[in-house]
């Protein structure tokens, strides 16, 4: 008898949320780092740091100056970014661990 080893199925990285972000900000899924190294040595959880790179999957409308005209967001859903380490707000949403934050925050978007 032989016993057949199972690819675990790889769940959508998408979410469905029903979060609208004001003004300049935005809803950013963060994206998990490798937990092996190149040289194949796993990284524990203690020692792992929090990632700055994520997706984005919700953007306000933008900002509003004195004048009362918006400027609008220079990103968009879906946009891989790069950001501040410790920039936004934590939250959980259907067991989705996601940061929101200002567009400011962004430091830069991977191409």
């Known amino acids: 008898m032989s016993i057949e ?3 675990p199925k790889k769940k959508e990285n998408k979410i469905t949320i029903k979060l609208h972000p004001l ?5 950013v899924k963060p994206v998990p780092k490798e937990e092996k190294t ?6 524990p959880d203690t020692a ?4 700055q790179e994520g997706d984005i999957i919700a953007v306000g409308p933008g900002r509003l100056t004195k004048d009362g005209k ?3 967001m220079d990103l968009k859903v879906g ?13 959980k949403i259907e067991d989705q661990d996601l940061v929101i934050m200002r567009e400011s925050d962004i430091l830069a978007k991977k191409v």
């Open 70 to 72: 918006r400027i609008a």
């Open 23 to 27: 003004a300049d900000r935005v809803v």
């Open 79 to 91: 946009d891989r970014v790069i950001y501040a380490k410790y920039g936004g707000s934590e939250i």
């Open 5 to 7: 080893k199972r690819k």
């Open 48 to 51: 792992k740091e929090k990632p």
């Open 38 to 43: 190149k040289s194949g040595i796993y990284i």
